[in-house]
């Protein structure tokens, strides 16, 4: 998702002030990003560990294919 959002344009979540911002507010290293929208930013954490989850699930399904 976040190579398809222009980093200028998008929100992101600072990890340290556990608030929503716009690129260049703070340092590159405090933030989790981008995000299309300002509430999907603030529910960072969740989409981040949705993703994970898919991702896992499909690297085991590959496993378990490859291994048949």
């Known amino acids: 998702m976040a190579e398809e959002i222009d980093r200028r344009a998008g929100f992101y979540y600072n990890i340290n002030t556990r608030q929503v911002e716009r690129w260049g507010q703070s340092p ?12 999907e930013a603030a529910n960072a954490f969740e989409i981040i560990r949705a993703r ?3 991702k896992e ?12």
Do not use: I
């Open 28 to 39: 590159e290293t405090d933030l989790l990003g981008p995000f299309a929208t300002a509430e």
């Open 57 to 68: 699930a499909e690297d085991r399904e590959w496993r378990e294919g490859k291994s048949r």
């Open 52 to 54: 994970e989850e898919r």
